[in-house]
């Protein structure tokens, strides 16, 4: 068994790299086994909402297994032998009862052939239930001090490495001045990104939220408007907002990301020039446009003539390309699906 400082600068090094997060846990375990003796493993995302575990990695495990480790039943004995919470690294020999009481150790574990362990619950920064890793031993003899005290000083490291809020801010940074930012879920909730704020218009089923939802869930990976505070005269001007489908590497029921931040540079557009861009973004004519907004089919050239001269812009198609891609413009009605990029 290797020193602990070997170990730890091994996984820190897994943690830190840019491969898939599957490419990552993998890894992880794969340099885990030189240092702490099991005979299969098993390490997956915790899925809180829908009460079960993410399969991510595992090692010598049969589907039947693995199909059970990612079901609710699992999920209830995880919760039963305390690994919800954080706390040293758990075997079957800690627990007050014996470990066939639990179905997992009574119906699969234990007719698998294994009879011991070490469980542990991974935990990110906050106390945030990342998720679980759980490692199997044939022997009925425990295991031992030494690694429990090398996998308990290990786990933060872990965490750190499967925690897909890392790949969520990371990103989230790249959006300038951001200051609010929530996850959305397939199921409907969302969950504030870790270090942001909450904005008002990012609460569940906010108008914004199901624009950003319907961008998304129509295929795209990326999209940024605008969006008025204050009312129909814009009292308070705008907030950006920019939406983001998740890596591909991530787990199912993450899809995206909506964030705030400032509005930038508006290139001297108004209130009303934002607005009828989000008409022209969506491929409206001018009549269309006189007729949403109640007024004349002349009022809207003359807006469209200061836009193009404001965009630089020969045509209005030219302008709306311009807009969608600089998200400058306001999505012309609430959840009205933004421009795909």
Sequence with gaps: MRNDPTAALELAEIAASGEPLPCRAEALLHALRRVVRFDSAWLALADIPHNRFTPLASADLDNAILEHFGGPVMAQD????????????????????????????????VPAGYH???????FGPGGCHVGHLGLLLSSREAPSPESRHLLGRLRSTLAAAIDPMRSLLTTARLVRGVTAGVILRDDGPTDVLPGLERHPLLEADSPVLVAARAAISGGCLYTAFLWPLGGAHVPAGHVRITALAVAEDLPAPL????????PGDLRGLTARELEILGFLVDGCSNEE????????QRTVAAHLEHILAKLSARTRTLAAVRAEREGL????????????R
């Design 116 to 122: 011991e362990g070490l469980g542990v619950g991974l």
């Design 289 to 296: 446009i006189a007729r949403s907004l109640v007024v004349a």
């Design 78 to 109: 995880i919760e039963l032998a305390g690994l919800n919470r954080q706390c040293p690294p758990v075997s079957p020999s800690d627990l007050p009862y014996p470990a066939e009481e639990l179905a997992t150790w009574a119906e699969h574990l």
């Design 329 to 340: 413009y306001v999505p012309r009605s609430p959840g009205t699906t933004p421009g795909r």
């Design 255 to 262: 899809t995206g990301m909506v964030l705030a931040s400032p």
